[in-house]
């Protein structure tokens, strides 16, 4: 009996084993794959640095980039911004309510709840333009890019409205979820801005780091805004960009993140190459 115990054993660890090794196959057969794909996307860009990899980049994501309608956000918005990695409940993940440690505050599961009017948070959900869609006018492709605009709680997206973002050390408004307005704190600009938490903050970075990149030809004249350069050459302000290089190293890309880039490739035909190659940004924003 002993022996009969031990062989079944054996057979129990060996099964394990055997079930183990071909679960790391799997996941390494994926990442080649998945890696085979991004190349076969973007190209070589090993040898670009600054102007000429933001340029080659430019190249790829605005060639592929196929503009949808603005109320076809909504669409999307159910298929990337579906919470699966937080509390994985399905609701929308709103990076104004979203709360990544315990319950959120409130949820919004359904496109019956997109505004509307409002009076408060969690009235309705709508459409944030992370760079605010008042500097380039309301003007297509941008104005619906999936990248860049996000679904998130009616009433703070108001409160923020076209704020630039930056740091706030003493707010005179927060949202439930800890988001801030108040007064720049970073040297280089003292005007009002508005802080999302910090586990969106590498989101936020390099969701406007794709648009200087896909767009900044495109806003050339659109200079009168705080989080632009106006001198030649140059997209974001210096104190800007200082601010995204530092988030987007800070929290590095999310599942959620990568899940919604997947979902605007479906939705829109481009990738943002930030969430792909995070290592390309010191590179294209030196």
Known sequence: MARDADKKSRVIIKTEFILRTLGLTLIVLAQVSYAGKLDSYYGNLDSYQGNDLRSRIKAVISKSHHGRSYSDLF??????????????DLSIVDIYSEDPITKDPYTFESIN???????????????????PQSVFHKRSPMRSDYYHV???????????????FGEVSNP???SRNGSKLGSNSISGYNGRVFEPIDEFKGDVARALLYFGTRYEDNLRSFKNYPMLDKSSGKFYSKWFLE?????HKQDPVSEYEQNRNEAGFRFQGNRNPYVDHPEWVERAYQ
């Open 150 to 164: 996000f679904p998130t709680d009616g009433y703070v997206n108001g409160k923020r409205s076209n704020y630039p």
């Open 113 to 131: 709840q997109k505004c509307g009017s409002y009076r408060g948070e969690s009235n309705c959900f709508n459409r944030e333009h992370l760079f």
């Open 172 to 174: 005179e408004w927060s």
């Open 75 to 88: 669409e999307a918005y159910f298929d990337g911004d579906i919470d699966k990695t937080y509390e994985g």
């Open 243 to 247: 601010m995204l290089l530092r988030w």
